[in-house]
């Protein structure tokens, strides 16, 4: 979505309220899933790979750790890649190990549909079989159109479904927020 | 975009565009898995009507790694030889719906002519002496994933320019892209009027080569009568053929491009070929990643 052409309705969460989310969200990835071995995050571009880097940061500095990351890029797995008005812009996936000896929790910005966790579930299975894939996003905006559910969300929002719904963070937008359009 | 026809009518950011979507292709094609689902139940028909190796495979592996059904047809065992046009063959494909047609053939403007009949994207894979788009993206991408950049770049182009479709194709593109182009070979294999596409014609290799950052060799086009153009193919290579000496003259570090199939000890020294400067193996590798691309940002999203 692009961001500078979006008309802001509303701010929904601020910078304050993104940095205790994320506090919790670390606090319950901690808790769920430290007897984890091999755990390996990986942000979907371009949002949740920022989310994911700020998780591990803070993951990394309370328990000690050093987590394995990646990102992987949904563009050539979409569902509507034929549908779309053009093709979505691509970026690079990165994932350099081997998928079959890790946990892998999935990070994103937004869930909304469910089709994009799908299609990065799809890209991971394609670099080999995880030993399991979790799934953690900062906002739920509900509108689910697959039977998936997230492990871990920051905050469950009420949304209709032509609204959007954008998060910027200071690495990408240069502040923190959550915005209804 | 809808078509890749040439490059004379693409511009920079379209251009841009391509090289910078073929960069994401780099790491899929370096997985134990080099498939992705994107183009899964599209139809793609190459159809070549003239002899290739490289590019037809390459489109075809580009094709499959994108996950699209393709099929493959050529001039022999086809029913052009039973007399059909082209014209009622290509609609006769149309008819089987295909998603796009990659076509290369020996009359300069065809793709044009398939991209007004036919309701599919149409792909220039080399037509007559006019375009090889594919050929000069690869070229550029090369150039620029070594070089990074074209602003400013001296590329020299040496040969049969006047039948080379290669040479057409990169001189829109490099001249577009700000590189300066020098070109040399035997008169007769100069085209007239060509300093009007932006061109420095000098007489003899060693001139075009003097400081180049790329030294782009073409092939002796035999079966395009290029050898009625020369009076003798080891004058031709006394003159014309890049060898060591004559690759001194070019910026330390240039590189030595050719886009096959070479004549070895005609227009390319074996020494050269097989050298650290040369990338023609690269400009290989590359050519999947760039039809990747061009496949990608053709076949993606409905509205056409």
Redesign the interface.
Known sequence: MKRESLNVKKVLIGETEITKIIDRMVYEMIEQFSQLENVAVIGIRTRGVVLAERLVRRIEEKENVKLMTGAV?I????DD????????K?????INFNPEDYHIILVDDVMFTGRTVRAAI??VM???RPKSIKFVALVDRGHRELPIHPDIVGKVIETGIDDKVAVFFKETDGEDKVVLG | MKHLLGIENLNKDQIMNILETAVHFNELNQRLIKKAPTLKGRTIINFFAEPSTRTRTSFEVAEKRLSADTYNIAVSGSAIQKGETLADTVLNLQAMGPDALVIRHSVSGIPQLLADIMDCSIINAGDGFREHPTQALLDAYTIWQKLGGFEGLKVALIGDIYHSRVARSNIYLLTKMGAHVSIAGPGTMIPKEVEKMGVTVEKLPKYAIQDADVVMMLRVQNERASNLLYPDIREYSRYFMLTPELLKLAKKDALVMHPGPANRGVEIDDVVMDGEQSVILQQVSNGVNVRMAVLYLLLGGSDK
Not at chain 1, 81 to 88: A, E, H, V
Not at chain 1, 90 to 94: F, I, K, L, T
């Open positions: 890029d563009a050539l797995y979409r890649f034929c549908k779309g008005l053009t093709s979505p691509m970026g690079p996936s990165e799809e890209a394609d670099y080999g």
